[in-house]
């Protein structure tokens, strides 16, 4: 069910391409599912990353984007697949390693989506304005994302009806729990109008905050 919806958000935003490295969702950290040998948290660097290092040197990108470290909010998979393509994006270019899985090939950038604390704040002051509970966004501000660690703010305006179609299409994710189904739809369209990165690779940030992630590319 996942997967299908994972397909039809692709749709939504004009993907033509989507691949599954095929492991079970991991769960939280405690839960049953999180000590499954085939969850993602539990496969070793040494099998997930030369998997990455294929797809990354078929499609050569120039810009690759994954979780932050902290996978956003603690997820196990989120946080796998931050350290994974991490490896990837430093290896892919190597010769010397990886021989089979295509011609070498460095990404120019890797990045990571964050949530930082100013953000937080919005969503929080959002839910407080409408008389809902905002509780959850702000037991998460202590360990959020630095606002001083952002090096990228992207208008997606232009495109956030698609967005919005996509996120829709994710509907077991749509409890009454999640922002998105507790707040206006020009209110949440609104929210989901930017988006924002910190850097990853290469280890020197950009100078001044970027408004495209192919800028002096």
């Known amino acids: 069910m996942r997967e299908n ?10 993907i033509g391409r989507v691949d599954f490295l095929d492991y079970r969702d991991s769960g939280m950290a405690g839960t049953p599912e999180n000590a499954h040998p ?3 948290a539990n496969a070793s660097a040494e099998e997930v990353v030369p998997r990455l290092v294929a797809i990354i040197r078929e499609l050569r990108p120039q810009v690759v984007m994954t979780f932050d ?4 909010y603690g997820h196990p ?3 796998a697949m931050s350290r994974h393509p991490l490896a990837a994006c430093k290896t892919s270019g190597d010769a010397q390693l990886y ?8 990404p120019a950038r890797l990045v990571y989506t964050v949530f930082p604390r100013g953000r937080l704040i919005e969503i929080s002051d959002i839910l407080k304005s409408i008389g809902e509970d905002s509780s959850r966004y702000e037991n998460r501000m202590a360990d ?3 606002d001083e660690d952002v090096h990228a703010i992207i208008d997606v305006s232009a495109t956030v009806e698609a967005k919005w179609d996509a996120v829709k299409c994710h509907r077991t994710q749509q409890g009454t729990f999640t922002m998105m189904s ?3 739809e020009d ?6 109008s930017r988006e924002l990165f910190a850097w990853a690779l290469p280890e020197t940030p950009p100078a001044e905050m970027l408004t495209d992630l192919f800028d002096g590319l």
């Open 182 to 184: 507790r707040i206006p």
């Open 77 to 79: 998979d989120h946080m």
């Open 144 to 146: 959020a994302w630095s």
């Open 99 to 106: 021989s089979g899985l295509g011609e070498p090939w460095s």
């Open 38 to 40: 085939n969850a993602l």
């Open 187 to 192: 209110k949440a369209k609104g929210f989901m």
């Open 69 to 72: 470290p902290g996978g956003g």
């Open 5 to 14: 919806e994972l397909r039809e958000a692709a749709k939504a935003l004009g």
